[in-house]
């Protein structure tokens, strides 16, 4: 049986002739009972190796789906060498993971985060023998229309509930703009070009872009994290990885000189929680990354163009600051998000852990 969700209200027609700040995201059609089965796998440790981790240890609600650390956490023993991504809206995304390296649906991501050394170690058939193991998992995946937990039903659930973390209620969407956002906004869409690649009701063109952020030297003081940062450069075939001290960003999938050191423009949507900035989390605030703007971005031979020094006010830069805060909007209160029926014998993770401990 498939149950189809459409989260507050009807999809908007027409919405690129409506101003782009104006637009609330439209929701996502997914089906409930796998989204509400992807929600609760989503906060089980059970899905890494050790059942140290769960996606939610990363991506954690209450900061937008992200951590707060400059670089991820990681597998027991290990460290990661990118920022943990907000989960924002990811279900409009034509790419994924900083470099854009996975492109073509979001449950591969699912995988790839659940199966890689450094993140969560899982086998997948053990993760699918652990699930089976469990009569709730069981249920809830007849529930979803599915004989039995496997692999491709879970990674499926994954994505559904993510495609169900679409922003909500941010002053951007609901035009209640205090002055200093409204004077903000003029900068952002003129003298500061910032609209040229944050575009649109995410802000985002879903391109890469080199805008000369700096290197986050721990990569390659900590051991921890080199040593992932070397499994993934080799595993994407780069040439030198054991030499190699920076990021190559998406030259990493096109080995096209032109591509080195781009990164996906992320969404600007929630940077309120999103704290550390850039795919290294090399800035803290906001106004250190408006500062970074307001000198033209960084120093690197392939910067985009658009990235000239912008001579902004002290005053023209906080009014960014507060564009930039408005863009964000309710915290996620997953629930409020995902539909549940009434009747459905749906059991809450951790009840369900400390009953059977
Ligand atoms: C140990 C920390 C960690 C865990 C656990 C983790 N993630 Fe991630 N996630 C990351 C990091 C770091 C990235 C960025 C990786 C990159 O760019 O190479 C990421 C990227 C993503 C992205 C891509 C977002 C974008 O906009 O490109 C999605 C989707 C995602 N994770 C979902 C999940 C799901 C679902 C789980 C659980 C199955 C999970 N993550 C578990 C750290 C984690
Ligand atoms: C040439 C395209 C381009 C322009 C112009 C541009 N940005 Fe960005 N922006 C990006 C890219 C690409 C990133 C990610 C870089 C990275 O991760 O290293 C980014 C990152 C950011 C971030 C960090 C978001 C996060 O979650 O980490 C903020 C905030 C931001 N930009 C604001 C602005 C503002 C304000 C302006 C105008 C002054 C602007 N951008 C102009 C492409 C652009």
Redesign the pocket.
């Known amino acids: 049986m498939i149950r189809t969700l459409t989260l507050m209200g009807a999809l908007l027609a027409g919405t690129a002739a409506i101003a782009q700040d104006t637009v609330p995201i439209p929701p996502i059609d997914v089906d409930a009972a796998r989204a509400e089965l992807g929600k609760r796998m989503f906060y089980d440790t059970r899905l890494s190796g050790d059942a140290s981790l769960a996606c939610a240890s990363c991506h954690d609600p209450a900061r937008a789906f992200t951590d707060g650390e400059a670089l991820s956490a990681a597998y027991t023993g290990a460290a990661h060498f990118r ?1 943990a991504p ?1 989960l924002a809206n990811v279900g409009y995304r034509g790419a994924w993971m ?1 470099d854009g390296r996975l492109g073509t649906n979001l449950n591969d991501v699912a995988r790839e985060m659940i199966t890689e050394t450094y993140l969560m170690n899982m086998d997948m058939r053990i993760m699918q023998e652990r699930m089976k193991q469990d009569p709730v998992y069981v249920e809830m995946f007849k529930a979803a229309g599915m004989s039995e937990p496997s692999n491709g039903g879970a990674r499926n659930a994954l994505m559904d509930f993510m495609k169900t973390i679409v922003s909500r209620g941010a002053p951007v969407e609901t035009g209640d703009l205090s002055e200093a956002a409204q004077r903000g906004q003029v900068v ?1 869409e003129g003298k ?3 609209a ?3 575009t649109g009701a995410r802000y985002t063109d879903d391109q ?2 080199n ?1 000369g ?1 700096p290197g986050n030297a721990e990569i390659w003081a900590d051991p921890e994290r080199h040593s992932a940062f070397v499994t993934y450069a080799k595993f994407m075939g780069v040439e030198n990885y054991m030499n190699l001290r920076e990021d190559l960003g998406a030259f990493i999938r096109t080995h096209e000189d032109d591509s080195k050191r ?5 969404t ?1 949507r929630e ?1 309120t929680y ?1 704290a550390p ?4 989390g090399v800035f803290e605030t ?1 106004e250190e ?2 500062a970074f ?1 307001n000198q033209g971005g960084g120093d690197d031979p392939l910067k ?1 163009d ?2 000239k020094p ?1 001579n902004l006010s002290d005053q023209e830069q906080s009014d ?1 600051v507060e564009y ?1 805060k408005a863009m964000s909007g309710e915290s996620f209160d997953i629930d409020a998000y995902v539909w549940r029926e009434d009747d459905f014998d749906y059991v809450l993770i951790n009840d369900w852990l400390n009953a059977t401990n």
């Open positions: 920022n907000t900083h952002f500061g070009q910032c040229s690649c944050h890469v872009h805008t952020v781009t990164f996906l423009t992320p600007l940077l999103t900035y850039m795919h290294n906001l990354v408006v703007y985009d658009r990235l912008l960014l930039l």
